[in-house]
Nanobody
Framework: QVQLAESGGGLAQAGGSLRLSCAAS????????MGWFRQAPGKEREFVAQ????????HYADSVKGRFTISRDNAKNTVYLQMNSLKPGDTAVYYC????????????WGQGTQVTVSS
């Protein structure tokens, strides 16, 4: 129903910043909750941030709170993850995900984009 395409990953130094984008197509973007997840090699996928479909309320993992900001632009069908004060521990593949309004789980996923933070 919806396809997601992440972009903006790359290399950054500790303390630097990156901005990830996720473009959605094939659905009504404003009706999806959107989230960012990440997975480091050998580790379980973990939740990073979420932004609601209705009022754009946000929720963050404790590990990124105060450093990362999730936002959405419904006119552009795009969700963003602004990552500041990056740490080597932020190194992971970052995935964009969409959740239908009636679902408690995320239904659609992007292919992922690599973020590498050097010390």
């Amino acid at each position: 129903q919806v396809q997601l395409a992440e972009s903006g990953g790359g290399l950054a130094q500790a303390g630097g910043s990156l901005r990830l984008s996720c473009a959605a197509s094939g659905g009504t973007f404003s009706r999806y909750d959107m989230g960012w997840f990440r997975q480091a090699p050998g580790k379980e996928r973990e939740f990073v941030a979420q932004i609601a479909r209705s009022d754009s309320s946000t929720h963050y993992a404790d590990s990124v709170k105060g450093r990362f900001t999730i936002s959405r632009d419904n006119a552009k069908n795009t969700v963003y993850l602004q990552m500041n004060s990056l740490k080597p521990g932020d190194t992971a593949v970052y995935y964009c995900a969409a959740r239908l309004e009636y679902s408690i789980r995320y239904n659609y996923w992007g292919q992922g984009t690599q973020v590498t933070v050097s010390s």
